[in-house]
Antibody, heavy 117, light 109 residues
Framework: EVQLVESGGGLVQPGGSLRLSCAAS????????MSWVRQAPGKGLEWVSV???????YYADSVKGRFTISRHNSKNTLYLQMNSLRAEDTAVYYC???????????WGQGTLVTVSS | SYVLTQPPSVSVAPGQTARITCGGN??????VHWYQQKPGQAPVLVVY???DRPSGIPERFSGSNSGNTATLTISRVEAGDEADYYC????????????FGTGTKVTVL
């Protein structure tokens, strides 16, 4: 069964760091395009980052220079390293597998990140 | 960057048809995907590549895309269809490739 399970969310102070993990099963992370998408409380969906199967990475302007997407092939896991966190980074973070010729998303269940003092 | 605009809300009586629009410049040239999100849950794909349905999604959900507007149509609306709906495209020419619509809250009266 194809599954994505996020972990690593929690409460962190402004300026702090957190690393999110997304453990995949039923497919190979390194052979797929993988994305992170977030949703602030009561708000819409915001794309955060993508890593292509070839290793190229891209980021939303709001997180560029602070967040890093990566993967561990032998663990079949996707990561999002988040540094210099701000209150506006508070959101549920979803990892997603990108599929099809039009690159639609299949989502994990999400993990909540709260940035507050 | 590419922008997708949706109406904030749509209200519909049970058994009637709900239509949710997604506006974007020449969106007809792109593949549009639609997600349903219920409170406290992750988004779920309901239509992909303009008009295809994933397995398990009722035939009541359909999509179309032409010109500057894509549309998600929900026929014979049920109470369980009440949710937020988001459109999404892949902008292959951009280094910000994933673009989401602003979201539409569907309320079943």
């Amino acid at each position: 069964e194809v599954q994505l399970v996020e972990s690593g969310g929690g409460l962190v102070q402004p300026g702090g760091s957190l690393r999110l993990s997304c453990a995949a099963s039923g497919f190979t992370v390194s052979s797929n395009y993988m994305s992170w998408v977030r949703q602030a409380p009561g708000k819409g969906l915001e794309w955060v980052s993508v890593i292509y199967s070839g290793g190229s990475t891209y980021y939303a302007d709001s997180v560029k220079g602070r967040f890093t997407i990566s993967r561990h092939n032998s663990k079949n896991t996707l990561y999002l390293q988040m540094n210099s966190l701000r209150a506006e980074d508070t959101a549920v973070y979803y990892c997603a597998r990108c599929l099809g010729s039009g690159w639609y998303l299949v989502w994990g269940q999400g993990t909540l990140v709260t940035v507050s003092s | 960057s590419y922008v997708l605009t949706q109406p904030p809300s749509v209200s519909v009586a049970p058994g009637q048809t709900a239509r949710i629009t997604c506006g974007g410049n020449n969106i007809g040239s792109k593949s549009v995907h639609w997600y349903q999100q219920k409170p406290g849950q992750a988004p779920v794909l309901v239509v992909y590549d303009d008009s295809d349905r994933p397995s398990g999604i009722p035939e009541r959900f359909s999509g179309s895309n032409s010109g500057n507007t894509a549309t998600l149509t929900i026929s014979r609306v049920e109470a369980g269809d009440e949710a937020d709906y988001y459109c999404q495209v892949w902008d292959s020419s951009s280094d910000h490739p994933y673009v989401f619509g602003t979201g539409t809250k569907v309320t079943v009266l």
